[in-house]
């Protein structure tokens, strides 16, 4: 048979190439030597088509990854002085208008609006210790306002006073009515970035105490407040007791076993009654204070499921929030009841 020309042999072999395909051709020379001659396959046009058409080997190109961008959030604070001219309160022997100050954190970086957050802090302390817990929820899209007391914080004139209590719940309606019809410039900025239809009320301790009263107690109830989350909270031991409504704002509690000052039966007596939907989680063997101000595992905890019931009730999406009720936990070291 008749070796092809060695144009035509450069030409197969060029578009072979080109295509990622190499084509062995022995013996281009007349066979000196005594070596038989081998002819070569023939590569038709059909054959070359067929290449083309075929995947070339090693050049597979790998979908580009996609690069998630976090979007970078920072927050920003303003404090507010509220004065309530309808209320008195006693200071240095004085009666004056009643009048605190609140630290208001608000998202940046985020599209709002927001959900707004009423904290109330526990007795002969400030918002301060509470600083990581609220960080997080602005950080996750929330207005968080904290008040300070008047005469229940670390600093009231004269040394805190727990017989205030009763007059707590006030304090916070006040500063979601600050907030719904501002009067300072301060205020009206929060205000702009504000989602009005969802609002939560939330404390510790003596706090919780507050937060509970203003979402359930029907003669201090404030009807915007759609969800409550209490923290180591029970009735108001200085006020009147109430019973709870037959409807309410949805309500999450958490609880510590080891809890000596409010303890665990005390924040059982108020969820027992709540109407459904509503959420215990229970910290085994958690104290008071320390699960939502020290960090660790407890704090971490707190911080997962308060947004998980947050993000669920507020914004319709949460992916946490379905697996801690089919796990009935919220992490390692806690327990959930869950009342749909």
């Known amino acids: 048979m008749r070796n092809r020309p060695r144009w035509a042999v450069r030409l197969t072999l060029g578009i072979a190439v080109a295509l990622g395909v190499i084509i062995v051709v022995t013996n281009l020379g007349s066979g000196a030597g005594g070596t038989q001659q081998h002819s070569p396959k023939r590569v038709t046009a059909r054959d070359l088509a067929r290449l083309a058409a075929a995947k070339p080997p090693g ?34 022997g004085q ?120 979402a359930y107690d029907p003669s201090v109830r404030d009807p915007r407040v759609t969800a409550a989350i209490i923290l180591s909270g029970m009735e108001d031991p200085f006020a009147h007791q109430f019973a709870m409504p037959r409807q309410g704002p949805t309500l999450l509690a958490i609880q510590g076993s080891a809890d000596t000052i409010n303890p665990p039966a005390a924040t059982r007596a108020f969820f027992d009654q709540a109407s459904p939907p509503k959420y215990l989680l229970t910290l085994i063997g958690a104290g008071h204070l320390p699960p939502y101000t020290e960090p660790g595992p407890e704090l971490t905890t707190v911080e997962h499921m308060t947004l998980a019931f947050l993000n669920h009730y507020f914004k319709g999406r949460s992916r946490n929030f379905p697996r801690y009720l089919a796990a009935r936990s919220a992490g390692p070291g806690s327990t959930l009841d869950v009342v749909p």
């Open 95 to 214: 009666s004056v208008p009643r009048s605190f100050d609140t630290i208001v954190r608000y998202p940046i970086g985020l599209p709002g609006p927001f959900p707004l957050i009423v904290f109330g802090h526990g007795y002969a302390v400030t918002p301060a210790p509470y600083a990581r817990l609220l960080d997080a929820w602005a950080k996750a899209g929330y207005i968080v306002a904290a008040p300070i007391f008047p005469l229940e914080n670390a600093n009231a004139p004269g040394g805190p006073n727990e017989n205030d209590l009763p007059n707590q719940p006030g304090d916070m309606s006040l500063v979601i009515t600050s907030l719904l019809h501002p009067s300072t410039p301060a205020a009206s900025k929060v205000a702009r970035l504000m989602n009005s239809r969802h609002i939560a009320v939330s404390g510790q301790s003596d706090g919780g105490d507050t937060a509970l009263a203003v």
């Open 59 to 92: 050049r597979s190109k790998a979908k580009p990854r996609r690069v998630v961008r976090k979007r970078h959030i920072t927050l920003g604070v303003v404090v507010l002085h509220l004065v309530d001219s309808t209320r008195t309160v006693s200071i240095s």
